[in-house]
């Protein structure tokens, strides 16, 4: 699993900024990410797929907001659109 400082490491090193302007972009592209799903909105990007929020009800009866995260929605290369089949993702 990769973390937060490989994340930002990365980022620092693949476009020149420093890791102070990494931490902020990398921030402010999460926060968009995580701000569609929180409204219902999903966010498709081809390396990626798509992500997003969908409600829940637990065992409990509790209604809990989760996200989904389909790898094959982005149609990005390999993705599988115009295959005519669709892989199994996670929320199968």
């Given at each position: 699993?990769?973390?937060?400082?490989?994340i930002?490491?990365?980022?620092?090193?693949?476009?020149g900024l420093?890791?102070a302007?990494?931490e902020?972009?990398?921030a402010a592209a999460?926060?968009?990410v995580?701000e569609a799903?929180?409204?219902?909105?999903s966010f498709d990007h081809?390396?990626?797929?798509q992500?997003?929020?969908?409600e829940r009800?637990?065992?409990a009866?509790e209604?809990?907001?989760?996200f989904?995260?389909?790898?094959?929605?982005g149609?990005g290369?390999?993705?599988g659109?115009?295959k005519?089949?669709?892989?199994a993702?996670?929320?199968a």
């Amino acid at each position: 699993m990769q973390s937060t400082t490989d994340i930002l490491d990365h980022v620092a090193a693949a476009t020149g900024l420093d890791r102070a302007d990494a931490e902020k972009a990398v921030a402010a592209a999460f926060a968009f990410v995580r701000e569609a799903a929180r409204e219902g909105r999903s966010f498709d990007h081809p390396a990626l797929g798509q992500i997003r929020a969908v409600e829940r009800q637990t065992d409990a009866g509790e209604k809990r907001i989760v996200f989904r995260y389909r790898p094959d929605a982005g149609g990005g290369a390999g993705s599988g659109r115009g295959k005519g089949k669709r892989r199994a993702g996670p929320e199968a």
